[in-house]
């Protein structure tokens, strides 16, 4: 029962945390993505897995990146804006409980 109510969770997890892109006007969109910042056997992990514990948004094609923002700064240990301007890299701050961080990105188009 275990099993199967995990898979549940699990399943229902990936598609609540996968990326949204929303239309703000002609010239700008918003691109929104959650990470659950969790633990196995008592190893912080983030889900769905990132490179080198950095989780980054980024515009589309070579659109620019105007504004960015997160649902909680309590979960931000660093954060930069990438060189090229085209996006936003943040390393997250485990805080002892699973806790989900969204990243939203507003994008003017090129």
Known sequence: MRTIVALLVAAASTLLLHGVAAAAD???YVISRSWKLT????????V???EDD???VSCHNDDMMRDWK?????LVAEAREKADGTGVQVQPEFTGKTEILRITVECEKA
Do not use: A, F, K, L
């Open 54 to 56: 950095v989780i980054e």
């Open 39 to 46: 633990y196995v056997n008592g190893d912080p992990r983030i």
């Open 70 to 74: 997160v649902n909680d700064e309590d």
């Open 26 to 28: 002609d010239e700008t």
């Open 48 to 50: 769905p897995s990132v």
